[in-house]
């Protein structure tokens, strides 16, 4: 448990840099990349699929 406001802040982004850069995205077609590095490289799109094409990054 934290002691103070300052160790709770740090415990929070170290969690966040984790989640969001270390471990790999769970959805579909991620490959193993890390959230973060999803959303710089964009979600590739699959021509004559089912429809549903995912949005591409801008």
Same mark, same amino acid.
């Given at each position: 448990?934290? !002691? =103070? *406001?300052?160790?709770? @802040? %740090?415990?929070?982004?170290?969690?966040? &840099?984790?989640?969001? &850069?270390?471990? #790999? &995205? @769970?959805?579909? +077609?991620?490959?193993?990349?890390? #959230?973060? @590095? *999803?959303?710089?490289?964009?979600?590739? %799109?699959?021509?004559?699929? =089912? +429809?549903? !094409? #995912?949005?591409?990054?801008?």
């Amino acid at each position: 448990m934290a !002691e =103070s *406001v300052v160790e709770m @802040q %740090t415990d929070i982004e170290g969690y966040f &840099h984790h989640y969001n &850069h270390e471990r #790999p &995205h @769970q959805g579909r +077609g991620m490959n193993g990349r890390a #959230p973060c @590095q *999803v959303l710089l490289e964009g979600i590739p %799109t699959i021509k004559g699929g =089912s +429809g549903e !094409e #995912p949005m591409e990054a801008a």
